[in-house]
């Protein structure tokens, strides 16, 4: 993880799907996991939706929200 990609959370929107247009941060967790559970993409989206994956898991939105002002 590099220091940026916490901000690219809060501002990279998702490119497909059902979310599409929603922010990586705003996505729900029951999606995050389940792209855990079926493979997650490659290339930085995928790096960007497992580092939301572990977040979310672990409780930590909470820290993202000081990066949305």
Not at 39 to 45: D, I, V
């Amino acid at each position: 993880m590099q220091p940026e990609d916490l901000k690219k959370l809060v501002t990279f929107a998702m490119p497909y799907g059902k979310y599409k247009g929603r922010v990586i941060a705003d996505l729900p967790g029951h999606y995050l996991n389940w792209f855990a559970r079926e493979g997650f993409p490659s290339g930085e989206l995928g790096r960007l939706l497992v580092l939301m994956q572990e977040m979310d898991h672990n409780g930590l939105k909470p820290l993202l929200d000081p990066l949305r002002k």
